[in-house]
């Protein structure tokens, strides 16, 4: 899998970085001045141009690699690794794969995570005549019980034995054959899911969920809102069904289960966008192993991230 040049050699890994970042352009970090610069004594590092600038940059200067001491090579790898399985790969396996030590693993496996997120205004998904898939379920235990207002008046705060407040809520929206957008909310509530909903799909859509209370009332505001009876073991009416999004749950749920048990809350968010990522460039919608690490790497400008310590 790591035969080629930039696996293996620091120099490699960072020319190809720089051919796929800039492509024989160099763009200042720093201003955004194009191709105004010049080579210092440093390998791969760059002297801005621009009177008002004149700093040093290289290729991962404010990006999520910026100020790591693992070589860039090690860090190629870790791309290729994270985004070639499905399930994604745990810190452990990266800390014995990649032979860093336990620590750089899990700062790494974070980075890539945040290089994979989406960033900024994201267009509408669905539109007329196409359909968008919203679901919503549930992982793992939040770290604070969550509290009811009115038990704590009666003396008894903690919601207990209702399965899914002792969980963590995950909404998702799928466009049928096409991308999926996850969201982890406080409360997967009628006001916080018509709010996403509301935020990222085409009026024009089709919106198709099961019978939850959760939709009847955002539904009204797009082209249609079709439902599956769960309950009745209705699954599939014709084409309306929430199949796409249970599919992306299961595999999110399985990974996170076999791979990533320990998750702490505040990154859940993160672990989403990371089965968001490889399920949005998945082969079936035309993209190979190699082209999806590609992708992550580009995502990497302007996601500096910093973190205390492993968990
Ligand atoms: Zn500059």
């Not at 997120?117 to 539109?127: I, Q, T, V, W, Y």
Request: include cysteine; aromatic fraction near 10%.
């Amino acid at each position: 899998m790591f035969n080629a040049p930039h696996f293996q050699n620091h120099d490699k890994a960072r020319e190809y970085l720089e051919t796929l970042r800039w492509n024989g352009e160099p763009v200042c970090p720093h201003c955004g001045t194009i191709d105004g610069h010049y080579p210092t004594k440093r390998a791969g590092v760059w002297r801005c141009h621009s009177p008002e600038c004149r700093k040093d940059f290289s290729v991962t200067t404010k990006t999520v690699m910026e100020s790591s001491h693992i070589k860039l090579h090690i860090w190629l790898q870790a791309f290729a690794l994270m985004t070639a399985s499905k399930k994604g790969i745990s810190a452990h396996q990266l800390h014995r794969s990649l032979k860093v030590t336990y620590k750089s693993a899990w700062f790494l496996a974070h980075r890539i995570r945040e290089a994979m997120r989406s960033g900024g205004l994201l267009p509408p998904m669905g539109g007329e005549g196409k359909i968008v898939e919203a679901d919503e379920t549930y992982y793992g235990k939040p770290e604070k019980p969550r509290v009811s207002p009115r038990r704590e008046k009666e003396g008894r705060p903690y919601i207990k034995g209702e399965k899914n407040r002792n969980n963590r809520p995950v909404v998702a929206l799928v466009e049928r054959g096409g991308r999926v957008r996850s969201f982890h909310v406080p409360v997967a509530d009628a006001a916080s899911v018509a709010a996403i909903v509301r935020d990222n799909v085409h009026r024009e859509s089709r919106l198709h969920t099961d019978e939850s209370r959760l939709y009847p009332v955002v539904g009204r505001e797009f082209a249609a809102h079709e439902t599956v009876n769960h309950s009745a073991k209705e699954y599939a009416r014709g084409d309306v069904t929430t199949n796409t999004v249970e599919t992306y749950f299961s595999v999110f749920k399985r990974g996170m289960r076999g791979t990533y048990q320990h998750c702490k809350e505040k990154h859940l968010h993160r672990y989403l966008a990371e089965f968001d990522f490889r399920f949005n460039n998945r082969i079936a919608l035309g993209v190979n192993d190699g082209e999806r690490a590609e992708l992550a790497i580009k995502g990497i400008e302007g996601k500096r991230l910093t973190y205390r310590q492993p968990h």
